[in-house]
């Protein structure tokens, strides 16, 4: 018996539009709009010589910002890493009530403009209210314009990012393999050390500098909760915007540099991570 | 006693999936437990592991009560499915896994590693991670795995499920070699008659959660007591027949009973003949066993070493199957469309339920 | 099973310590907003909510998220197909680039274009008025938000099977009708899920469209500039009001995103059959 096929069915499947033209738009697209501003700011931050960047950015104001935008993205990351690896173990493996409301509320940072929570934070812990008064008049605790205030907002921005990276991975773990560890005798927390952790550990790390990586560069939530003082309460975000607004371009630009080389050696390493994973 | 099972149950919902199961296993034995997928016998070696709680009975592990044990204090070790290796340890840190919890001294820890990997024919192995290992390496490491602790009971669901078929009959034949040097008690699960005949012991027959007959493979096969058991080990005719006194009305055909069938006297039955009993003959001078009567030939199929011919009986309006050497079909040259006698050698009786 | 019922003190002790985490970390603040906003009752917000000036930058700020949503999904939807399907020379050069934008602190992208476009920018003479305009800051914006629909559409893309295509090609079906029937329908859902994280994330922008549009009242000033400035001027119930205007929408945004990622996970965790 003879089947008439359509002549088509032989050839290799097509694109539906020419491959070549698919391609070019795509790499001109990611081009213009990613890999040209990058380049452009690093040109501009050095053309002015090595010495001005180095004068530029050994500026105890510029230091200092980038110093505290540094310290309080990686305080948030170590405390979310923590608190979002047990968020997620607590949601894949635990049925409680109110757990989907408490999955549906972790992804409030991702819709919530970073501007808003700013001033929810500062409605919630200014100097006027009950939490923010309670806290510096008794227990001399200055939330607001201080690195308590920039932590607290980065903590709020970064959540969910190791939970959304974990989830999955837990999820799709092969429960097997912890009830092969319990017949083998081990207890729930050294079948979690041994054999749970080791599997999730990189999905931790990699949600962990993505955050990390995201709070570095956070400014709408930080220009609001921090006061913008210079030396104290002035992120590297912060500090570039007031040097723009100021026109005083270059420093700016040797601040950006700084900040955009450390968001990319994170991300590089981010990426390094999930390709090792998937070599393994 | 090695195993002992007494009424255990469980329920998912209004759903039963064990029912009221009891068993006894012997020491050393390995014991087959098999049903088709859906007939509770994954959860009920769950729940012989502690890994499923049940709903009551009780589960004895060599005259000790370990109910209400966790699957940590049982001392079971336990082959899964898909292996489930520990996907961030090599071969040997797998198997020395359990060891550790033991806290084992590292040298005679590292010994017993040795001791196991040979013993699965893996010694070179050793450092290989389980994604660096074939499908039949990584389930042979899963069962060096749950023996490290020398536990007393191995239990093991369906191990072979997810190799291709001649990796499957090699390891099979590994298996029973090293369970019986270790002499350890064994339960292992599995859907596949094949399987079940070349390995055990004894066998299990379960279904919709309850077991319903256990036995020698050649017991199960050549005479079962359930028409489940009967049609589930292989392939089988039905005929619906009446025994009085010593003897079978099958239509106007008189047949001699059975032996071992006795209990079913005066009622109504089911001859259960398997194809490889059936007998063709062109006249009826020519069959060696009893007739059986008379009819068209529908079909015949090349089936490996037999081939499988189909034939309409007229008498009772049936088809049956008989399984023939080449040669003698050869040397019957029949075709669909002829007309054959039917003979059988050798038959067991049912009960008609 | 995957989920087990709780019995024992310490997983309750667990689920305890990431309920308060999560609940102070982000109900508490948004409780706060709200009280604060609401403390002479609902006039004054309406009031502050519907002035003229409110009203343009929210109009200027839904214009600007809903054009570039569309552009990213377009071309989100190209970028993807091509990391996804094609090989060629520095595809993972590329592929790292898609993430850049999560990472990249807005107020940098914002100062790129006036370093490109400003005054005395290198492209100063560009036929396009980009700096403090319009067009800048939607440029600014695609930035921001480039990467959700791509990310979302790749993993989807990649898991299909070529097979269905195939299958379909082997009927006579033309590539574009493949890829509108076959193809499209499996991943229609990841390109939603993306537009709408593209939406909150537009909707939300505040530190590039500030640098770049310079918050001109009434021209340049988006939603979020409006909150800033109305801080500034000491007006808080306006920036409260719009707060709690961008705060709903925002929530709103999660629930359809809730909605759309419970629909097909639905099916995965149905109660399984346990037996075998």
């Known amino acids: 018996m003879q089947l008439a096929f359509p002549a088509k069915a032989a050839a290799r499947p097509h694109l539906p539009f020419g491959e070549w033209g698919l391609r070019a738009a795509a790499i001109t697209y990611l081009i213009v709009l990613i890999a040209i501003p990058v380049i452009v700011i690093n040109i501009e931050g050095l053309r002015g010589g090595l010495d001005l960047f180095w004068t530029d950015i050994t500026r105890p104001a510029a230091l200092s910002a980038l110093w505290l935008s540094i310290w309080t993205a990686g305080v948030m990351a170590v405390v979310n890493t923590i608190m979002g690896t047990l968020t997620a173990y607590v949601l894949v493996f635990y049925k409680f009530p109110g757990k989907r409301l408490l999955d549906s509320v972790i992804d409030l940072p991702f819709a919530i403009p970073t501007l808003v929570t700013g001033v929810m934070l500062v409605l919630l812990y200014g100097p006027q209210t009950l939490i923010g008064g309670f806290l510096d008049q008794q227990l001399g605790i200055r939330v607001l314009f201080a690195p308590p ?18 989830q999955p991975v837990l999820a799709g773990l092969d429960a097997n393999q912890q009830e092969a560890a319990f017949t083998l005798g081990a207890s729930s927390w050294v079948t979690f050390r041994r054999v749970v952790l080791p599997a999730i550990f990189p999905a931790m790390i990699t949600g962990g500098l993505l955050g990390f990586a995201r709070a570095l560069g956070e400014f709408g939530s930080i220009v609001i909760v921090s006061g913008n003082i210079p030396m104290r309460s002035q992120t590297a975000a912060v500090y570039i915007f007031g040097q723009v607004e100021g026109g005083n371009m270059a420093a700016a630009s040797s601040v950006s540099v700084i900040l955009l080389l450390v968001s990319l050696v994170v991300t590089l390493g981010v990426d390094f991570i999930y390709r090792r994973k998937s070599y393994a | 006693m090695s195993i002992l099972l007494n009424k255990v149950s469980k329920k998912y919902g209004a759903q039963n999936i064990v029912r009221e199961f009891s068993l006894e296993i012997e020491s050393g034995e390995l014991f087959v437990l098999l049903g088709p997928s859906g007939s509770g016998k994954s959860t009920l070696l769950r729940m012989i592991a502690g890994l499923t709680p049940q709903d009551t009975g009780e589960i004895y592990l060599n005259d000790r009560n370990v109910t209400a044990l966790s699957p940590q204090k049982r001392g079971i070790g336990f082959v899964f499915q898909n292996y489930s290796l520990f996907q961030h340890m090599t071969a040997a840190q797998n198997i020395a896994f359990g060891l550790e919890i033991l806290r084992v001294p590292k040298a005679e820890r590292d010994e017993r590693v040795h001791e196991l990997l040979g013993l699965i024919g893996m010694a070179d192995l050793g450092n290989r991670m389980p994604s660096q290992l074939s499908g039949g390496q990584q389930q042979r490491v899963a069962v060096a795995r749950a023996l490290a602790q020398r536990p007393e009971v191995l239990l093991l669901d369906e191990p072979f499920g997810a190799l291709d078929v001649k990796i499957r009959a090699q390891l099979r034949q590994n298996l029973r070699d090293i369970q019986q040097r270790l002499n350890v008690t064994a339960i292992l699960v599995t859907h596949d008659q094949d399987e079940a005949f070349e390995l055990a012991d004894r066998i299990g027959v379960i279904d919709g959660g309850e077991l319903l007959e256990v036995g020698t493979p050649y017991q199960l096969y050549r005479k079962p007591q359930h028409r489940f058991t009967a049609t589930f080990l292989g392939s089988v005719n039905l005929l619906a027949a009446e025994r009085n006194g010593t003897t079978i009305h099958l239509g106007d055909k008189r047949l001699p009973a059975p032996p071992q069938t006795d209990h079913l006297a005066g009622q109504s039955v089911e001859m259960m003949l398997r194809p490889e009993s059936v007998e063709i003959a062109l006249t009826p001078e020519n069959l060696e066993g009893h007739l059986l009567g008379s009819g068209i030939v529908e079909s015949i199929a090349f089936a490996g070493v037999l081939e499988r011919v189909a034939i309409r009986v007229q008498d009772w309006e049936q088809t049956v199957h008989a399984l023939v050497n080449p040669d003698k079909a050869r040397e019957l040259n029949i075709r669909p469309g002829d007309h054959v006698y039917v003979g059988v050698r050798d038959f067991h009786l049912l009960p008609l339920n | 099973m995957r989920e087990k019922p709780v019995r024992t003190f310490w997983p309750w002790l667990l689920i305890a310590v990431v309920v308060v985490y999560a609940g102070l970390l982000l109900l508490a603040p948004l409780v706060a907003v709200i009280s604060g906003a609401f403390e002479d009752g609902i006039q004054p917000v309406l009031e502050a909510i519907t002035a003229a000036e409110a009203l343009l930058s929210l109009r200027l700020t839904f214009f600007l998220a809903i054009t570039a949503s569309v552009i990213n999904a377009i071309l989100g939807l190209i970028v993807a197909w091509v990391l996804v399907r094609h090989r060629f020379p520095g595809k993972w050069f590329f592929n790292a680039l898609v993430d850049l ?20 920018g ?14 800048g800051m939607l440029v600014v914006t695609v930035f921001v938000s480039l990467p959700f629909v791509i990310r979302e559409v790749m993993p989807v893309l990649a898991s299909l099977t070529r097979e269905q295509e195939e299958a379909a090609f082997t009927l006579g079906a033309s590539s574009w009708m493949t890829f509108y029937r076959i193809v499209f329908p499996a991943i229609r859902h990841g390109i939603i899920y993306g537009i709408v994280l593209t939406l909150a994330r537009a909707l939300g922008e505040f530190g590039a469209v500030a640098v770049i549009g310079g918050g001109v009242q009434g021209v340049t000033e988006t939603a979020t500039i409006y909150i800033y400035r109305s801080l500034h001027d000491r007006n808080d119930i306006g920036a409260y009001s719009m707060a709690i205007t961008l705060g709903v929408i925002s929530v709103g945004i999660l629930v359809v995103m809730n909605w759309l990622r419970r629909d097909p996970s639905e099916k995965g965790s149905q109660h399984v059959d346990p037996t075998e």
């Open chain 1, 149 to 166: 205030g920039i932590i607290l907002a980065l903590l709020f921005l970064g959540y969910p990012f190791v939970i959304r990276a974990v």
């Open chain 3, 101 to 120: 934008p999560f990472v990249v602190s807005p107020v940098i992208v914002g100062y790129v274009m006036i370093v490109l476009f400003g005054r005395t």
């Open chain 3, 122 to 135: 290198w492209l100063q003479n560009f036929p396009i008025q980009l700096a403090f305009s319009l067009p």
